[in-house]
């Protein structure tokens, strides 16, 4: 039985004010006046401060900005390398912390965002800190049972090695993985970002990664569509 406490992962009390309403209708005004200031060639954070300011937004509607809007350049970027079929037998090389992370905020029932680039992002930070919860088995086995289902061949993932209980972690997901029949492997390392900027297959939700790496997969999206009870708010634009 699991005994580990529920945990709502990316849970803030405020959200049910800032991201409803006419708090909502404000947010999806501001991603186009984000969006047009990105294409003008503003960074993300001078962008999503003029824009925050204009509408007197909290830190966190900041960041729901600054997380899911994107320069219509990047986007056509990623979706020329997105690959949506002939996935079978290929590696897959999944940022471990990003994806888990935003699969338990889903299943938690917290605020995601259906984005500019097609991807799910989440407002849940890291900062050096994880630990497993009650909604982690569940997400590995989401990632595993969707990768089954589009037939990878292999499937690596990353850990930051400087977070907290990646170790954990990475006996969780192995022993998990054993009841699948392709090959699983975790690779704990010190950078993570550096090393799937340049790979092909990437499973992530980090808009820098998505920029640079050779070809990606947006798993959590096809996964988070087959969940119910999830609270997305669409702010793909068009």
């Known amino acids: 039985m699991d005994t580990r406490k529920i945990v709502k992962r990316g849970y803030a009390p405020g959200d049910q004010k800032e991201f409803t309403g006419i708090q909502l209708e404000h947010l999806k005004e501001a991603a186009k006046d984000t969006q047009y200031l990105l294409g003008r060639g503003y960074a993300v954070k001078n962008a999503t401060t003029f824009v925050g300011n204009h509408y007197m937004f909290s830190e966190r509607q900041r960041l729901a900005l600054a997380r899911s809007v994107s320069s219509k350049a990047d986007i056509q970027k990623r979706k020329e390398k997105m690959i949506e079929k002939g996935t079978k037998g290929m590696t897959v090389h999944i940022d471990g912390f990003n994806t888990i992370i935003s699969l338990e905020v889903a299943l938690s029932g917290s605020l995601l965002f259906h984005c500019c680039d097609g991807t799910i992002r989440d407002l849940a930070g890291l900062r050096g800190t994880y630990r497993i919860i009650d909604k982690t088995e569940q997400a590995v086995r989401l990632i595993l049972e969707r990768l089954k289902k589009i037939e990878i061949g292999e499937a690596v993932f990353y850990l930051d090695a400087p977070v907290s209980n990646s170790g954990r972690l990475k006996a969780l997901i192995l022993e998990i993985a054993d009841a699948y029949d392709f090959d699983v492997s975790v690779e704990v390392i010190n950078d993570v970002d550096r090393v ?35 609270w997305v708010i669409d702010l793909k634009l068009y």
């Open 196 to 230: 799937l900027e340049k790979l092909p297959g990437v499973i992530s939700g980090d808009a820098i990664i998505l920029n640079k790496c050779k070809s990606w997969i947006n798993l959590v999206s096809a996964i988070v569509s087959d969940l119910s009870d999830v």
